[in-house]
């Protein structure tokens, strides 16, 4: 058996990261982010992706305000302790999807493409990786999904007609270190 190598190692110490210092993270930064993203294995070579960069903390906040009832609704139904607390965040007028972070990249789909979820999935994890790797924090915020039933916004965001949100994921430096979740071994059938 060999020693894990660096990527096992980021892999395994990704973190999604919800406290972000006031740290700004530079254009370059998040063009090798983008670029780490782009080179995810895609289904037949469409690369049907496209990424809207956001600093603008009016615009994150105002997706925020738009997204946080249309959750609120789905999770009222839910039983779980985790979602009994995320609920109660939702419901404070102070809480910010984003956890104010200082870069949201929203990952959009070409919707012609077949395999346009699985595709901006492995980019935006790429993405994620490579944030770690460079020492940042960064979380897909799933949430803001619901931003695609507003067409104002999308307008806004300059989404193309053909394009749908995937992947909305916060950047930035992480003001703590997330400790490791646990983990159940894989569930492995061998035939």
């Not at 249309?70 to 009222?76: T, V």
């Not at 990952?107 to 699985?118: C, F, I, Q, R």
């Not at 915020?141 to 039933?149: K, M």
Request: with cysteine; charged share 25%; proline share 7%.
């Amino acid at each position: 058996m060999t020693e894990e190598g660096p990527i096992i190692s980021n892999i395994k110490t990704r973190r999604s990261v919800r406290s972000y210092t006031d740290r700004p993270v530079s254009d370059k930064i998040i063009e090798n982010i983008i670029d780490a993203g782009i080179h995810a294995p895609t289904g037949l070579g469409l690369q049907p992706w496209k990424f809207v960069v956001i600093r603008d903390k009016s615009i994150m906040k105002q997706i925020s305000t738009y997204c946080k009832p249309r959750l609120l609704e789905q999770l009222e139904e839910a039983d779980i302790d985790t979602a009994r607390e995320f609920k109660k965040m939702l419901k404070s007028e102070g809480f910010d999807i984003f956890y104010n972070a200082p870069v949201l990249v929203i990952v959009l789909g070409d919707t012609k493409a077949p395999t346009v979820e699985s595709d901006c999935a492995m980019c935006a994890q790429n993405m994620m990786l490579a944030a770690h790797s460079m020492g940042l924090g960064s979380c897909w915020i799933g949430t803001a999904c619901f931003v695609q039933d507003n067409p104002e916004m999308l307008q806004k965001l300059m989404v193309p007609e053909n394009y749908k949100v995937v992947a909305p994921i916060i950047f930035g430096y992480g003001d703590a270190i997330v400790a490791a979740p646990p983990r159940n071994g894989p569930d492995i059938s061998w035939v």
